[in-house]
Nanobody, 124 residues
Framework: QVHVVESGGGLVQAGGSLTLSCAASGRASSWYAMGWFRQAAGKEREFVAAINWSGGTISYADSVKGRFTISRDNAKITVLLQMSSLKPEDTGIYYC?????????????????WGQGTQVTVSS
């Protein structure tokens, strides 16, 4: 079993910045791909960003390219999501997910373990 815990959510004004952190433990491996997804009220969960074990393969949703940066620390099996130039439409619950594969995917169905989520609210 892999345990996933997110932190760092909160309330921020439009144009501001926020950094989310995700820690994987238990039977987690630094080889696993990790990703961030978000879900706004009344909407389906959507892909935000993902990173492979080395950081050599990174994928972003078009809506966050140029504003969000994903990175990882394999010694601690943690992933950061640095968010800047935040917009009200970035509001939602942000989930960290672990995929028991080295290959990055953008579909939430391809991820095996999930955190409880952390709320991000961007006010206009």
């Amino acid at each position: 079993q892999v345990h996933v815990v997110e932190s760092g959510g909160g309330l921020v004004q439009a144009g501001g910045s926020l950094t989310l952190s995700c820690a994987a433990s238990g039977r987690a491996s630094s080889w696993y791909a990790m990703g961030w997804f978000r879900q706004a009220a009344g909407k389906e969960r959507e892909f935000v960003a993902a990173i492979n074990w080395s950081g050599g393969t990174i994928s972003y949703a078009d809506s966050v390219k140029g504003r969000f940066t994903i990175s990882r620390d394999n010694a601690k099996i943690t992933v950061l999501l640095q968010m800047s130039s935040l917009k009200p439409e970035d509001t939602g619950i942000y989930y960290c997910a672990v995929r028991t594969s080295v290959i990055v995917e953008t579909s939430p169905t391809m991820y095996n373990y999930w955190g409880q989520g952390t709320q991000v609210t961007v006010s206009s």
